[in-house]
């Protein structure tokens, strides 16, 4: 039997049997279940909840306004105790709107607590104001947090006892968000279409580099006025030269996908012909075979997990790749310019992950 719970905000006028009973049971109307929905205690935002049903959905919903004097991150979570043993899950999806001010960025997350100190979250991108908007993010290979302490490898499900979702929140300014149900599920996810993983925000991006490379990543427009990220780059000539622009991957079920799509143009210096593309997974790098091609001319290049190997310096536990586990992406170049070097140039439009692979020609 599939094991869900329907994590319902808000209880009025709903009973159980309004719920599929052997696929999910509404938290806060079952007091075997969970508790009820709460703001979290937290320091640097104000949250108010309000509690009412949606006339669009008519289903229970609950609002949060919030306000948030300072720059820097904080968590504008809702929180819930399980009051029974929870077993592991595979996913959780939920749906929610968003209204913030312009100089804030939020990112929708979610953070479990084990009794004995440790723990877990996740984190997606930032999303813009949105209404009804659901995100499914993948519970395998959660991250521990940095005040996590008495910890296992893993979440020990069993041991969870305060559960927090919500909102990262950068910069200041006010808004609402309002979510209307957040599901626990062991179903498995069947993707049907291409998703973006790609953020253009230069800002978001860290470039490591050999310290003779000279480098500068920016945010740039295409022709019909979409972000682009701009690599630019100096490559000295006669040694080996790198430089690794990475990205953080946004938290989906990267494992249901069956690999990368890449939308670039990308000039080199003459010797240098192709580019590096790896994965950063648990302490071990991956780099993806062949190498695209750097032609000067527009590319989509797909690169199957499959072929994406462990690089020959890392030394991993496990030599092979865990997709689930896949923390960031690295778009960059390496490798000996000829003569006295040169200049190069890396224009990404987009980074995709694809559930279904080209056919071979």
């Known amino acids: 039997?599939?094991?869900?719970?329907?994590?319902?905000?808000?209880?009025?006028l709903v009973s159980v049997a309004a719920w599929a009973a052997e696929t999910s049971i509404p938290i806060c109307c079952n007091k075997e279940a969970f508790t009820p929905l709460t703001p979290a205690v937290l320091s640097g935002a104000k949250l108010e909840v309000a509690r009412a049903m949606d006339p669009t959905t008519a289903g229970p919903k609950v609002s949060v306004a919030f306000s948030k004097p300072g720059e820097e991150r904080r968590f504008l979570a809702l929180e819930t105790t399980p009051l029974k043993p929870l077993a592991q899950y595979r996913a959780m999806e939920l749906t929610f709107s968003l209204k913030a001010g312009a100089g804030m960025?939020?990112?929708?997350?979610?953070?479990?607590?084990?009794?004995?100190?440790g723990a877990w979250f996740r984190s997606g991108h930032q999303v813009k104001n949105t209404a009804g908007k659901t995100m499914r993010f993948s519970l395998a290979g959660m991250r521990q947090a940095a005040f996590s302490s008495n910890a296992g490898e893993d979440v020990a499900w069993g041991k969870v006892d305060r559960v927090w979702f919500g909102f990262l929140a950068d910069g200041k300014g006010e808004g609402t968000f309002a979510i209307n149900k957040i599901v626990l599920t062991s179903e498995p996810y069947?993707?049907?279409?291409?998703?973006?993983?790609?953020?253009?925000?230069?800002?978001?991006?860290?470039?490591?580099?050999d310290p003779a490379v000279k480098k500068q990543l920016?945010?740039?427009?295409?022709?019909?006025?979409?972000?682009?990220?701009?690599?630019?780059?100096?490559?000295?000539?006669?040694g080996h030269m790198y430089l690794t622009p990475s990205q953080p991957v946004p938290e989906i079920e990267l494992g249901a996908y069956a690999g990368l799509r890449f939308t670039y143009q990308a000039r080199t210096p003459k010797g240098i012909e192709s580019l590096l593309v790896m994965v950063n997974e648990g302490g071990g790098q991956f780099i993806a075979r062949p190498a695209p091609p750097a032609t000067g001319k527009w590319e989509t290049v797909t690169i199957p997990f499959a072929n994406i190997k462990?690089?020959?310096?890392?030394?991993?536990?496990d030599t092979k790749l865990d997709v689930d586990a896949i923390s960031s992406v690295v778009f960059g170049v390496h490798g000996?310019?000829?003569?006295?070097?040169?200049?190069?140039?890396?224009?990404?439009?987009?980074?995709?992950?694809?559930?279904?692979?080209p056919k071979k020609k």
């Open 190 to 209: 069947h993707p049907t279409k291409p998703v973006s993983i790609f953020d253009p925000d230069a800002a978001r991006w860290s470039a490591s580099a």
């Open 105 to 117: 960025a939020l990112m929708p997350a979610i953070m479990l607590y084990e009794k004995d100190g």
């Open 218 to 238: 920016s945010t740039v427009k295409d022709e019909q006025g979409r972000p682009m990220l701009k690599n630019a780059f100096t490559f000295p000539g006669g």
């Open 336 to 357: 000996i310019a000829s003569g006295k070097g040169g200049s190069g140039e890396i224009l990404l439009r987009d980074i995709e992950v694809v559930p279904i692979l």
């Open 1 to 12: 039997m599939t094991k869900s719970h329907l994590l319902s905000l808000f209880c009025a």
């Open 310 to 317: 462990l690089a020959s310096w890392s030394k991993p536990k």
